[in-house]
């Protein structure tokens, strides 16, 4: 998905909050191509500079429009979190945190993206 479709939809979903709203916003990016599936294909894993464009740009739409509040708003990735990646996704400039999706349900898999935070 191009940069310009997530700032569209970003801007789209923020357009009746104020930045009252805001001050307990998380955003989660999660590319379409980067979902796993529910029979375990993932089209492809992303790293972080699949997403360095990205959330900046998210950054960007929700200062411009909140100023310091927008600064706060927490930016999450999501996309196939695994435990091998989970450590790569945080050091990402601008990842707040990990929105995990299908690796959840199964709590060994959880339990090492949980352990592979320690940074």
């Given at each position: 998905?191009?940069?310009?479709?997530?700032?569209?939809?970003?801007?789209?979903?923020?357009?009746e909050?104020?930045?009252?709203?805001?001050h307990?916003?998380?955003?989660?990016?999660?590319?379409?191509?980067?979902?796993?599936?529910?029979?375990?294909?993932?089209v492809?894993?992303?790293?972080?500079?699949?997403?360095?464009?990205?959330?900046p740009a998210?950054?960007?739409?929700?200062?411009?429009?909140y100023?310091?509040?927008?600064?706060?708003?927490?930016l999450?990735?999501?996309?196939?979190?695994?435990?091998?990646?989970?450590?790569?996704?945080?050091e990402?400039p601008l990842?707040?945190?990990?929105?995990?999706?299908?690796?959840s349900?199964?709590?060994?898999?959880?339990?090492?993206?949980?352990?592979s935070?320690?940074?």
């Amino acid at each position: 998905m191009s940069r310009k479709v997530v700032v569209e939809q970003v801007e789209a979903a923020l357009d009746e909050l104020a930045a009252d709203d805001v001050h307990d916003l998380t955003i989660a990016y999660e590319p379409v191509w980067a979902i796993n599936h529910h029979d375990g294909h993932v089209v492809h894993h992303a790293v972080p500079a699949d997403f360095k464009t990205i959330l900046p740009a998210i950054r960007n739409v929700l200062e411009d429009r909140y100023g310091a509040a927008g600064a706060k708003v927490r930016l999450l990735y999501g996309g196939s979190v695994e435990p091998d990646h989970t450590k790569a996704y945080l050091e990402a400039p601008l990842v707040n945190g990990l929105l995990v999706g299908t690796a959840s349900l199964n709590p060994a898999d959880f339990a090492k993206i949980v352990a592979s935070t320690s940074l």
